[in-house]
């Protein structure tokens, strides 16, 4: 049940802070947080907000802290390479659909 809750957060939070960025109330929070990645870590480590699997590796890891002391497992970065997988795959498969093929 853990790991089901954390791919779907982490996979909802990397749709929200790339696909949807510059819709209101998430550009704000979303320009914030690219901002402080750019400042404070490097500037290329803020293309990460323009990628979705690559955001959804990250965005595990913000959302496994809060659910470590909620149920006391941390799997990161094992959780993150499996989000983004995840991520891969379902953006594949709307791909293929899309084309019709």
Known sequence: ???FILLLASYGLAI????????WPIKPVQLFLKT???DYIHW???QVFDCTVCMSFWATLIVEIPL???FG?????ISGFATAGFT???IQALNVL????
């Open 44 to 46: 290329k480590a803020a």
């Open 68 to 70: 470590f002391f909620i």
């Open 73 to 77: 497992y941390f799997l990161w970065p």
């Open 88 to 90: 891969w795959t379902v």
């Open 16 to 23: 929200l802070l790339v696909e949807f960025a510059n819709k």
């Open 1 to 3: 049940m853990y790991f």
């Open 36 to 38: 402080l990645v750019h």
């Open 98 to 101: 899309d084309r019709g093929e």
